[in-house]
């Protein structure tokens, strides 16, 4: 293959547009350290150093999840959507299960390696997170997804400790305890980001629980059935747009956060697809391009207003 097309293969391996959310993740994070800062102030250093851990990180995971897909025979049956199904390049011959078993590795310890950095840095405690992280990565779809902890564990472990560690591997020392490195506010303000990680996943199943039941996964999907899960949907998206309304009203928040609340239109689109016709392959497929639109316009838009009040 030419340059060029490697480079789109892996791309494409990586699950590249998928990367985004952990950017908006963590720039979640380093808006609320600005918020919150610390007497030496923001380190740039360091916050490249933790968009390349992350981004690393979940690179993994997306390519442990092609692995699994592929020697489950997952892969064989999903219909692909722009937004699931995964990438079937193994299935067709493009890419090897070696290389990418070398590739999902090396960004595990990629991203270890800088989240240990930041634990002897910062503060010990990110250690928990790390471990939380690397056994969600690793062990996410052999064993999670298969024990009703899928969509849970990657709201916890991609989603929410993504906001908390980047803001504590930014702002924390080793003097500090535990009580104090953590602000009520980055506790409070991360849960959106973890629900929606959860939802993203969640309405992503949707056209590929056939497959995934024969590949013995046991998600909400297959435990509940598309309508409950719907509902659960639904739940999830109101749960989140309710917290960015009450934290500002309870000053925890800046009003500035509410700009979270522009992708609500499109939330409610999604929602009402959803309910309305989770069991139809080509009419749920706009919902989940709206969920994409909705889980990381609420992410950066909430970025963006943390930015716009600690300036």
């Keep these: 293959m030419e340059?060029?097309?490697?480079?789109?293969?892996?791309?494409?391996?990586?699950?590249?547009?998928?990367?985004?959310?952990?950017?908006?993740?963590?720039?979640?994070?380093l808006a609320l350290s600005m918020r919150h800062p610390t007497i030496e102030g923001f380190d740039i250093l360091h916050a490249i150093l933790i968009m390349v851990g992350i981004v690393s990180a979940h690179s993994s995971v997306n390519l442990f999840n092609e692995i699994s897909d592929y020697k489950t025979g997952?892969?064989?049956?999903?219909?692909?959507?722009?937004?699931?199904?995964?990438?079937?390049?193994?299935?067709?011959?493009?890419?090897?299960?070696?290389?990418?078993?070398?590739?999902?590795?090396t960004t595990l310890m990629i991203g270890l390696t800088i989240g240990i950095y930041f634990s002897v840095v910062?503060?010990?405690?990110?250690?928990?997170?790390?471990a939380i992280g690397a056994f969600t990565t690793v062990f996410y779809t052999d064993v999670l997804a298969k024990i009703l902890l899928g969509?849970?564990?990657?709201?916890?472990?991609?989603?929410?400790?993504?906001?908390?560690g980047?803001?504590?591997?930014?702002?924390?020392?080793q003097s500090m305890a535990i009580s104090e490195i953590v602000p009520l506010e980055i506790l409070l303000l991360s849960?959106?980001?973890?629900?929606?990680?959860?939802?993203?996943?969640l309405l992503n199943e949707f056209p590929d629980v056939e497959a995934d039941t024969k590949g013995g996964r046991y998600h909400l999907l297959i435990k509940f059935g598309w309508k409950i899960s719907s509902v659960i949907y639904i739940l999830g998206m109101i749960a989140?747009?309710?917290?960015?309304?009450?934290?500002?009203?309870?000053?925890?928040?800046?009003?500035?956060?509410?700009?979270?609340l522009i992708p609500l239109p499109i939330a409610i689109k999604a929602c009402i697809t959803a309910f309305l016709y989770g069991n139809d392959m080509e009419k749920i497929v706009p919902a989940l391009g709206q969920n994409v639109l909705v889980v990381l316009g609420?992410?950066?838009l909430l970025a963006v207003g943390v930015f716009i009040s600690a300036i």
């Design 3 to 29: 340059k060029q097309s490697i480079i789109k293969v892996w791309a494409t391996q990586f699950r590249a547009p998928f990367l985004l959310l952990a950017v908006v993740l963590v720039l979640l994070g």
């Design 74 to 105: 997952v892969d064989y049956v999903t219909k692909q959507t722009p937004f699931s199904g995964g990438t079937k390049l193994m299935v067709n011959g493009v890419t090897k299960l070696k290389s990418v078993k070398i590739a999902a590795y």
């Design 122 to 130: 910062s503060h010990w405690s990110l250690l928990f997170l790390i």
């Design 151 to 164: 969509e849970f564990s990657s709201g916890i472990a991609l989603g929410y400790l993504v906001v908390v």
């Design 166 to 173: 980047t803001y504590i591997a930014m702002t924390a020392n």
């Design 191 to 201: 849960i959106p980001a973890g629900i929606l990680t959860m939802l993203l996943l």
């Design 240 to 260: 989140t747009f309710a917290t960015i309304i009450i934290l500002p009203i309870l000053g925890i928040s800046s009003y500035w956060v509410l700009l979270g």
């Design 298 to 300: 609420v992410d950066l």
